[in-house]
């Protein structure tokens, strides 16, 4: 995505879903809302891990020195069974008016999800969809900058791990036989 795309056309829920760039200083607001209903629960779940692998990428010159033991060691520290209860803590911070501000400028199959009716025809029993919108949305304005970090170490550490591995392939001797 082009960091001055301004508008995107995605599908969510087989509904065609309109999305434009909220202006900054809306935007602001809605950063530091979703850090703060999420970041502890994230941070206490995924927080060692992801500082694991962005350790083990911080000690290499090149990617393809990357310790991938370590980065493995570092996924696999994840306690999975405390990640769903931490989540779920968080979603209580994430009003109703939260959510109508993060889809104020969204259209869903043409019609503004910021009218009410429109918003309440949508997501009738259909809540599913609603999150999905939500974390489209989150993600195309950037309001949630740790996904980008996962993101990005997630790639980086799984390019290392290929190359890596092709690198090891390619210097193995054939065996005589």
Same mark, same amino acid.
Request: charged share 20%; aromatic share 8%; no cysteine.
């Given at each position: 995505?082009?960091?001055?795309?301004?508008?995107?056309?995605?599908?969510?829920?087989?509904?065609?879903?309109?999305?434009?760039?909220?202006?900054?200083?809306?935007?602001?607001?809605?950063?530091?809302?979703?850090?703060?209903?999420?970041?502890?629960?994230?941070?206490?779940?995924?927080?060692?891990?992801?500082?694991?692998?962005?350790?083990?990428?911080?000690?290499?010159?090149? $990617? !393809? @020195?990357?310790?991938?033991? #370590?980065? *493995?060691? %570092?996924?696999?520290? +994840?306690?999975?069974?405390?990640?769903?209860?931490?989540?779920?803590?968080?979603?209580?911070?994430?009003?109703?008016?939260?959510?109508?501000?993060?889809?104020?400028?969204?259209?869903?199959?043409?019609?503004?999800?910021?009218?009410?009716?429109?918003?309440?025809?949508?997501?009738?029993?259909?809540?599913?969809?609603?999150?999905?919108?939500?974390?489209?949305?989150?993600?195309?304005?950037?309001?949630?900058? $740790? !996904? @980008?970090?996962?993101?990005? #170490?997630? *790639?980086? %550490?799984?390019?290392? +791990?290929?190359?890596?591995?092709?690198?090891?392939?390619?210097?193995?001797?054939?065996?005589?036989?």
């Amino acid at each position: 995505m082009s960091t001055h795309e301004s508008e995107r056309t995605i599908k969510v829920g087989g509904h065609s879903y309109t999305v434009v760039q909220h202006p900054p200083t809306e935007g602001y607001g809605i950063v530091l809302q979703l850090l703060a209903a999420v970041s502890d629960p994230l941070a206490a779940t995924l927080g060692p891990a992801v500082q694991g692998v962005l350790d083990a990428l911080g000690k290499t010159e090149s $990617l !393809l @020195d990357v310790d991938t033991g #370590a980065i *493995g060691a %570092a996924l696999d520290s +994840i306690d999975w069974s405390v990640a769903g209860p931490a989540l779920q803590r968080a979603i209580p911070h994430l009003s109703l008016p939260l959510v109508r501000q993060v889809l104020r400028y969204a259209w869903r199959d043409g019609k503004p999800l910021s009218e009410d009716g429109e918003f309440d025809l949508a997501y009738a029993r259909n809540y599913t969809e609603l999150f999905q919108a939500v974390f489209e949305v989150v993600r195309f304005n950037g309001f949630f900058p $740790l !996904l @980008d970090t996962f993101a990005t #170490a997630a *790639g980086k %550490a799984k390019a290392a +791990i290929s190359t890596k591995k092709r690198d090891e392939s390619r210097s193995t001797p054939p065996d005589a036989a």
